[in-house]
């Protein structure tokens, strides 16, 4: 993974999730940037297995447009 070259973009995000993804970031030695960025890497990899399984990864794949 390239750091130098990360995509920047602003999160609305309601204020008691901030607040358990603090902790949770805290718990882990994490920033809350990397702990989310961490939780997203995780997402998708489980979306890809998936879709190696047969499941399907999402409308774009069900045909649905």
């Keep these: 993974m390239?750091?130098?070259k990360r995509k920047s973009f602003l999160l609305r995000i309601d204020p008691a999730l901030w607040r358990e993804?603090?902790?949770w970031a805290q718990a882990?030695?994490?920033?809350v940037n990397g702990q989310i960025e961490w939780i997203l890497r995780q997402a998708v990899l489980r979306r890809?297995?998936?879709?190696?399984?047969?499941f399907p990864r999402g409308?774009?794949?069900r045909g649905a447009g």
């Design 2 to 4: 390239e750091t130098d």
């Design 21 to 23: 993804l603090e902790a």
């Design 28 to 31: 882990e030695l994490r920033s």
């Design 48 to 54: 890809r297995k998936g879709a190696s399984a047969g």
């Design 59 to 61: 409308p774009e794949e």
